[in-house]
Each structure stands twice: as structure tokens, then as C-alpha cells.
């Protein structure tokens, strides 16, 4: 069930059924494809029928993700995330956990630039005892994945390979983490939100992910600007 990522101590991939959960075949019926990992080509012949220019850049991304964002509660795929919470997610802990009820959808079209700059979370929340998950509708490599920096304050960014069946749990609080131009082939899909332990207790699943932590490590000042959080 869980995978260790070379090279990042804060980070676990966690497997998951998608017959059970099948986010892919659901966000590909709001875009009316047959597969997101094209959606990009599918956009471009939807642009030239309309008459706009063919070229794919930022505010495309941003047109594609609102389509998922605006879903009703009720729909489909609401009904599928909040079971995936409570019986993957929840369970992987062992423990109560509170969560993002709207969950943040993310489109990032082959061939496109990045749609996140560098950031830690806890510099826009002031949460410091959330937990990333981060779950591609689609396999995920190099530009179209998310990266990570190998350890709190390295920089050192690399993507994490991530199979549609996965789902990256990271301390997003405190490891900067962004996107870089998706210079792939293939389109990612993608949700991500965060979660608390209810309680004090910690599971030795969150405590191992919050192990290298260095003790000094705050949320910057919230009146500050910030880098931006759309990954």
C-alpha cells in the first residue's frame, strides 16, 4: 500500500483502487473526452471550431480547471472524493482526520508553462499540522508532475513519478514544492487538499512523515506576499 520516493524522507505514494474510485473516466465526462491525457489536442480543435487562435498557454489551464471546480456537491465525483477520504485516506491513518471538503482541481496542458511558482503551504494556511495529497487523474513524469524540493530548504526540485492509482502525501506545510512547464506529451489531471489528525495523538503514519522536520521551521508572516498556491 505504501511506497517510499527515493531521495524525499517527507513524501509516501499511496495505492488505491480505481474501479473503486474512478476519478479519471469522471472528470473525463465533464470534458467529453475519451482520455485527458489528450485534452490538450481535444482543446486545441475545440478553440480553432470557435475561432480562436490554436496556441495553448495559462489561461487555458485555467479554463479547463474551472469546468471540474464549479461540479455540484452532489455530482458524481463529489460522492467518489469524500468516499476515497473516508476509506482510503482516513483509514491509512488510523486516526479521525478533519478535510478539505472542496477539494483544489488542476489542469496542466501538454505544452504548457508552469501553473505554480515555489511555495509552502503553511506560508498561505498558518497550518502547520496539515498533510498534502496530491491525485493525478492520469500517470504523471517529469513537466507534467508536481516537484519537490529533496528536503526543507534545498531547492533541489525534482518531479515525483506518480501512476493514476496513487496518490502523494507529502508535508506540503514546510516542503516548497511548484510545477514547471509541462514540456511532455500529456496532460495532467489532477485534485489536491489537505488534512489534520483529530487529536494530539499522532499515528506513527503522520509522525513519519513530520520526522525531519528541523524544530525550527515557522509559517512565514500571512501579511507577506505570497508565491502563489495553484499547482
Not at 479554463?63 to 455530482?75: G, P, T
Amino acid at each position: 500500500m505504501w511506497t517510499d520516493i527515493d531521495g524525499i524522507t517527507t513524501a509516501k505514494l499511496l495505492a488505491y483502487d480505481t474501479q473503486c474510485f474512478p476519478f479519471a473516466n469522471l472528470a473525463a465526462s465533464v470534458f467529453k473526452v475519451n482520455t485527458l491525457e489528450r485534452l490538450h489536442e481535444d482543446w486545441r480543435r475545440h478553440k480553432i471550431r470557435r475561432g480562436q487562435p490554436a496556441a495553448l498557454g495559462y489561461n487555458d489551464n485555467l479554463l479547463l480547471r474551472a469546468m471540474l471546480q464549479k461540479l455540484d456537491d452532489e455530482s458524481a465525483f463529489y460522492k467518489v472524493y469524500h468516499s476515497f477520504v473516508r476509506q482510503v485516506i482516513g483509514p491509512a491513518f488510523g486516526r479521525k482526520i478533519s478535510y478539505s471538503s472542496h477539494p483544489k482541481m488542476r489542469v496542466h496542458l501538454a505544452g504548457t508553462p508552469t501553473v505554480s511558482k515555489w511555495h509552502r503551504d503553511a506560508d498561505i494556511t498558518g497550518r502547520p499540522e496539515q498533510i498534502n495529497v496530491w491525485l493525478p487523474f492520469t500517470n504523471t513524469h517529469d513537466g507534467n508532475s508536481l516537484w519537490l524540493e529533496s528536503y526543507y530548504g534545498r531547492a533541489d526540485y525534482r518531479p515525483v513519478t506518480v501512476a493514476y492509482g496513487q496518490a502523494l502525501i507529502f508535508d506540503g506545510g514546510f516542503l516548497d514544492h511548484g510545477t514547471v512547464s509541462n514540456t511532455t506529451d500529456t496532460t495532467r489531471v489532477s485534485l489536491d487538499f489537505r488534512f489534520a489528525i483529530v487529536g494530539v495523538d499522532l499515528p506513527e503514519t503522520v509522525r513519519a512523515i513530520f520526522a525531519s522536520r528541523p524544530d525550527n521551521l515557522l509559517p512565514a508572516d500571512r501579511d507577506s506576499p505570497c508565491t502563489g498556491q495553484k499547482y
